[in-house]
């Protein structure tokens, strides 16, 4: 079976590496933040040439905090895509903000930067820049939306360490960016964790005190905090993995340059990246006429597929209070039922990826 993300053979390249690495952090007894993580974040913000940011619990709090720290709160209302996980208006909501979803890009799958400024009014606080499936948004015009209305910017990079626009790397476009590790993300720890990057300092500051219990020194809680630290394992073990982010994200590269030029001639419509940015191919997603039953042709032929995602935010249950209904975002709603993913990570061979295209456009062809 091919599998849509392999960390089983990730890790055995890895092992002696990373229970070295563990061995380190238990046997020093710093678990929480402490050296570990100062190592991890120093080489994550270096290599993504930001100044300010801290390691986190994991993508949803990261976006939770980057929020709060900001001051978005309950009077608020904040802008994001109806194609993304959940956890990005979760934390909308858990600061007591109210999420106001905007329609995709037919092309990128991103927000459609044309629709944001109809969703403006006096209570909208923030926009949340998703870049999804990898896949960097368009900066420029977000850029200049926030400015124009005096929002804040945040990016969920969860899905997009390491994706560029203009040349420059995502992260560094918001006021805030945040990211997550969970396992299976291009840059994935063996548990939990997160990161915010900030563009001031002080907004830093807010974000390292609210995460540690209100606090910057042991014993002085300045504000009423939380807890969502950085584990020093988990930070060990992503300090690793940053040796092969790149050299990873290129093999995604690769593969999707692959996937493109054998799907794009035979009319498969494909994922379109914006002429000034650089994917990071979290996901491979192409569109289908059935999709149920490709799946499962694809299944018995021993390739793993998935849905990114199969329900637009607008209209899951958790989100039945904003009274949405269908046909509100019609193009985000037509790509949730046509949308699947290949397998694209660095554990698959040149032949399996082969292999996956000539069999995709095989059943394509026939259901
Ligand atoms: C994974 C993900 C998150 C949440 O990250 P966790 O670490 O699982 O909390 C947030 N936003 C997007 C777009 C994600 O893909």
């Known amino acids: 079976m091919i599998e849509l993300v392999n960390l089983k053979s990730q890790y055995q390249k890895l092992r002696t590496e990373i229970l070295e690495g563990i061995d380190e952090v238990i046997s020093s007894s710093q678990f929480i933040q402490g050296p570990f993580a100062k190592e991890f974040e120093s080489h994550f913000l270096k290599a993504n040439h930001s100044k300010f940011g801290v390691g986190c619990s994991n993508g949803t709090s990261a976006i939770t905090l980057a929020l709060q720290a900001l001051g978005v709160g309950s009077s608020h209302e904040v802008i994001t895509t109806t194609n993304t996980f959940i956890a990005t208006a979760e934390a909308i909501c858990s600061v007591g903000a109210k999420p106001v979803f ?7 799958y991103t927000m459609d930067t044309s629709k944001i400024p109809a969703l403006i009014n006096s209570k909208t606080k923030a926009i949340i820049a998703v870049h999804i499936y990898g896949n960097p948004c368009n900066m420029q015009e977000l850029q200049k ?71 910057l020194s042991k014993y002085s809680h300045d504000i009423i905090g939380q807890n969502n630290r950085i584990d020093a394992i988990q930070a060990k073990i992503l300090n690793i993995k940053m040796k092969y982010i790149f050299e990873w994200n290129q093999i995604r590269q690769r593969m999707a340059r692959y996937y493109d030029s054998v799907f794009i001639p035979k009319g498969i419509k494909t994922m379109t990246v914006y002429p000034e940015g650089e994917c990071v191919y979290h996901v491979y997603p192409v569109r289908v006429k059935n999709r149920e039953i490709t799946q499962e042709r694809l299944k018995d032929l021993g390739i793993s597929t998935g849905v990114h995602y199969p329900i637009p935010l607008h209209l899951q249950p958790a989100f039945k209070y904003l009274d949405y209904k269908p046909g509100d975002f019609p193009v985000a709603e037509e790509i949730s039922k046509s949308i699947m993913s290949l397998p694209i990570c660095p554990e698959i061979t040149k032949s399996q990826s082969e292999f996956i295209a000539e069999k995709f456009i095989e059943v394509t062809k026939n259901v």
């Open 102 to 108: 905007c329609d995709i890009d037919p092309q990128t």
């Open 145 to 215: 939306i926030a400015k124009e209305h005096n929002l804040l910017l945040i990016e969920d990079s969860a899905q997009a360490h390491f994706g560029k626009y203009q040349n420059t790397y995502i992260g560094n476009f918001g006021d805030a960016a945040t990211y997550s590790f969970y396992p299976g993300k291009n840059l994935g720890a063996y548990g939990d964790a997160g990161f915010v990057i900030t563009k001031e300092e002080s907004t830093l500051n807010t974000v390292k005190k609210l995460l540690d219990h209100g606090r």
